[in-house]
Every structure is written in structure tokens, then in C-alpha cells.
């Protein structure tokens, strides 16, 4: 809202140059003189599309901003993949490490019997 005012003032104050160089060559070429309501029109048409214009840039932002919250997600959720495929592969690697230290014999340990125990959860 601020910005539309502050648009507003803006295109108001080119409206009143516009109005005072319109009265100066009117001044020195009466007839092609512009009339107040012709140019107070031309100030409201600016006025509409300078509106018009801040309007399309901010729907351009909010775009930008949704595509960039988009890719920012999809890098998240990437990550998140990643990191669950990490975890697998060190559980995976651990448990073969484990199965490793365990070798079923005719005769065992004790020490034989808790690595296969640690190693097949029993």
C-alpha cells in the first residue's frame, strides 16, 4: 500500500512537470494547448501503468522467490536421501564386519561364541 502511494507522489510530481511544460510550450504554441482534464488523464493513465508495472514485477518476485523455495526443497530432500543411503551402507558394511569375526567351529570359545552372538544377535 506504502508503494502505491509512494508511486502515487511520484507520478504526480512528473504529472505537474508535465503540466508545466505543457503551459510553457502551450505558451508559446496556443493552439496545440492540452486541456487540465486531458492532462490530469494523461497523469492517471501513467499513474495506471506505473501500478500495473509494480504489480507484474511483484508477481515476478513471488515467483522467483517460489521457485527458489522449490529448488531449495528438492536440494533438501536430496540431502535427507543421501544421508539415508550413507547410514545403510555403514550398517550394511558394519554387519558384514561382524558375520566376519564369527566362524562356526567344532569347538568354540567364549570368546567365538559372544562375536557370533554380537554378530547375529542372538
Known sequence: MKKH????VVL?????????????????????????????????????QAIEEEEKAKAA???KNAMLADRDKQEA????????LEAEKKAKAEK???ESLCQFKPVMTD???????AAYGG
Open 5 to 8: 502511494w509512494v508511486a502515487m
Open 12 to 48: 504526480a510530481g512528473f504529472a505537474l512537470a508535465a503540466t508545466e511544460s505543457d503551459a510553457q510550450t502551450t505558451a508559446a504554441r496556443p493552439a496545440a494547448a492540452a486541456s487540465p482534464d486531458e492532462v490530469r488523464k494523461a497523469g492517471e493513465a501513467k499513474l495506471k
Open 61 to 63: 518476485e513471488e515467483k
Open 77 to 84: 530432500e536430496e540431502k535427507r536421501k543421501v544421508a539415508k
Open 96 to 98: 558384514e564386519r561382524r
Open 111 to 117: 570368546q567365538d561364541i559372544s562375536n557370533c552372538r
